[in-house]
């Protein structure tokens, strides 16, 4: 036991060596180097560790903004009653059989119609209701139509009226409608949603092939180019182009609205009117949401639907012109449309009588134009209080981005020049 115990010499060495501050400092000295290196190594490995993480975060929320509730979340707490595995939270459009044969039970609930073209109609268009329908069903289309005429016994007689949904509801709008009966969770089977017109000719519409352009475009918001000779053209973009597939932006230097490559808004690029649009599941579940319950006319929404094209706007909202539509610009919602000459004549002598005739065109007109300036209220009010909310424009998204940037270089050079210091120390 005694020869392991260390001699009195090495005892007071050791002390020595430890009370001796110069041999200290020269260690200390010598490691500085090895640790700013250190320190630098990490900082660089931490940095584009951060980055990396960063922009797949970007690329995520780009691609999946509006994905909707996992099942992994946890149950609404009045589910609790109920097994997790009996809980069905969605829905569909399609029609059931009363009963069905042991072949159609053993394929359980197999689902062939993928796409669902909503219109609402009234008993005037029915026959140009009847050739758009005809086009689609083909195609194996959910179709829904919403009467807001209130005539829908008179719809009968149409080979495939018994195969569509009919809903009625009098002197009630396409937007009223939707918001109402078009749920994300009942439409979420249908890949397609044609939210369109009664009074669209579609004599050069192939549904088929524009949904195929519309894919391998991987547009999230579309809609079928007009026909130059259309009676009613608002925005140049929606205009046939006869040499192109489809496009995403117009260029025009007439008029107020300048149009060219440095555009990255409406109606420039980006946009679709509200004739005839058709969006993805994923857009639509975005649109639906943008639609204000009360404001029933939709004046407004097509300036901001490209916030809903799941990425970037200029990208994924498009104009498919080989498949295009004739837009006959027939008003018949409130009474407008061919007017007939009884109440032509009525009108007239009302007129030479004195009295004031209703308009009810005028007053729709007066109500949607309420309805867009409330809209665009909403709009920036709602904009002004998000602090959270992000425009994903290109150009403001590009602007954050760089700004984001040049925020975690400005740190790390101030990390980097601040460890420079400590090591000269």
């Not at 997790?84 to 062939?112: A, C, V």
């Not at 005037?124 to 005539?151: C, E």
């Not at 309805?371 to 998000?386: G, H, I, Y």
């Amino acid at each position: 036991m005694e020869h392991n115990l260390p001699s009195v010499k090495s005892w007071k060495s050791l002390v020595k060596r430890r009370n001796n501050p110069q041999d200290g400092g020269k260690s200390s000295w010598k490691m500085k180097p090895v640790m700013a290196l250190m320190c630098t190594v990490l900082l660089i490995f931490w940095y584009k560790t951060t980055n990396f993480q960063y922009e797949q975060t970007e690329i995520e929320e780009t691609d999946y903004p509006f994905e909707m509730a996992k099942e992994s979340e946890p149950v609404s707490e009045k589910l609790k009653g109920l097994p997790y595995g009996i809980i069905q939270s969605r829905s569909d459009l399609e029609l059931k059989p009363l009963w069905s044969s042991n072949t159609l039970r053993s394929k359980g609930g197999e689902l062939t119609n993928r796409n669902l073209l909503a219109m609402p109609v009234g008993l005037k268009q029915k026959d140009n209701v009847d050739v758009l329908v005809q086009k689609f069903l083909p195609a194996n289309f959910t179709v829904i139509l919403f009467h807001y005429d209130g005539n829908m016994d008179q719809w009968w007689d149409l080979e495939w009226s018994s195969k569509a949904i009919h809903i009625v509801a009098h002197n009630q709008t396409k937007w009223w409608f939707a918001k109402r009966f078009l749920h994300p969770d009942i439409v979420s089977i249908y890949d397609y949603v044609f939210l369109w017109d009664e009074d669209l000719g579609v004599e050069n519409f192939n549904p088929q092939k524009y949904l195929r352009i519309v894919k391998s475009a991987g547009l999230e918001i579309s809609q079928p180019a007009l026909h130059p000779n259309s009676t009613e053209v608002h925005h140049r973009i929606t205009v046939r182009s006869r040499t192109k597939i489809f496009h995403r932006r117009v260029y025009d230097s007439r008029g107020n609205m300048k149009c060219s490559n440095a555009s990255e808004g409406p109606p420039c690029t980006g946009f679709v009117e509200g004739m005839a649009p058709v969006f993805s599941r994923s857009a639509w579940f975005c649109t639906w949401n943008l639609i204000q319950n009360d404001l029933v006319h939709g004046w407004g929404m097509d300036m901001k639907l490209g916030y809903c094209a799941q990425g970037d706007r200029s990208k994924k909202v498009g104009i498919v012109d080989s498949e295009y539509i004739f837009h006959q610009g027939i008003q018949t919602l409130g009474g407008g449309g061919y007017p007939d000459k009884k109440n032509s004549a009525r009108s007239g002598v009302n007129r030479r009588r004195g009295s004031p005739t209703f308009d009810s065109r005028t007053e729709i007109r007066r109500q949607s134009t309420w309805e867009l300036q409330t809209f665009k209220e909403r709009w920036n009010r709602a904009v002004e209080e998000d602090k959270n909310w992000v425009d994903r424009s290109s150009s403001t998204r590009n602007r954050i981005s760089n700004n984001r940037r040049f925020k975690r270089s400005s740190m790390i050079s101030s990390l980097l020049q601040r460890q420079a210091e400590e090591t000269t120390k």
